[in-house]
């Protein structure tokens, strides 16, 4: 059975003042069965271990490197990750994609890094605007998830976001008959690529996500949870989206 997961990706937002919205989060916490996550900026990670100390909160980062470690500036490892706090890794955002030119192999290949290191990869595909005009938003995610996923991927290592790339931080979000196509199709690649272990990895719709399109969304079939960007900054907005999904 794939997990619920409320994940939230801070990108290149917060510094230590954050702990006050963290400290507001918390007491949804004990309240709620869903697993929930947050991916602040590398720089929190270790802070936000301490905030959150005693709590069923998550942390993970929101890239690694393929390589353990070495001449590689700027960068960070997934061994370096699970010595700050984190047991999570988001991958193959569509961010990382177009600002750093990631490509499937590289997704790939760091995948299989943070599966050695003993996190969980959260893998992210998504068609961009172009691509699903022109038809092609089922083929361009078949595609990402054949060529960026490693052997040994498990629902316990690995989760999958959906992330139409237009409907990230735009406000814009697809219909639900579109997530609902996207993510059967998802699930149909994924029970092909990996047989019965398909079945048990959770899929996460991206792009806009807010308090109030999240039940919504949650009510679509093979829609596991979530990955949100903007609305996991505050924790009334992130609340909202947890407590969706623990009664979806
Ligand atoms: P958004 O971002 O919720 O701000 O649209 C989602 C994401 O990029 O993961």
């Known amino acids: 059975m794939p997990k619920k997961l409320a994940a939230g990706n801070w990108k290149m937002n917060g510094s230590s003042a954050s702990a006050s919205e963290i400290a507001a989060l918390l007491p949804v916490l004990p309240n709620v069965s869903c697993q929930v996550l947050l991916c602040p900026p590398a720089t929190l990670v270790t802070s936000m271990k301490n905030w959150t100390e005693g709590s069923s909160l998550l942390i993970g980062g929101q890239d690694c490197h393929a390589n353990e470690s070495g001449a590689h500036t700027g960068d960070i490892s997934a ?14 955002h569509s961010e990382r994609r177009s600002d750093h030119g990631e490509t499937d192999a590289m997704v790939k290949a760091k995948t299989m890094a943070a599966h050695a290191a003993g996190l969980v990869a959260v893998v992210c595909v998504g068609e961009t605007e172009a691509e699903r ?66 079945a048990n990895l959770s899929l996460l719709y991206g792009g806009s996500v807010k308090p109030g399109n999240a039940s919504d969304i949650f009510a679509v079939a093979n829609v596991d949870g979530a990955l949100v960007g903007g609305a996991s900054l505050k924790a009334s907005d992130f609340s909202g989206i947890i407590k969706a999904l623990d009664a979806a």
């Open 79 to 92: 061994p370096m990750l699970v010595d700050a706090g984190a047991t999570h890794v988001i991958l193959g």
């Open 133 to 198: 005009d022109a038809g092609r938003a089922l083929d361009v995610v078949g595609s990402q998830i054949a060529g960026s996923l490693p052997d040994g991927v498990t629902g316990d290592n690995t989760v999958i976001a959906y992330e139409p790339v237009w409907a990230i931080g735009t406000g814009r979000t697809p219909t639900l008959e579109q997530i609902g196509e996207v993510h059967d199709f998802l699930r149909e690649a994924l029970d092909q690529q990996l047989g019965a272990e398909g």
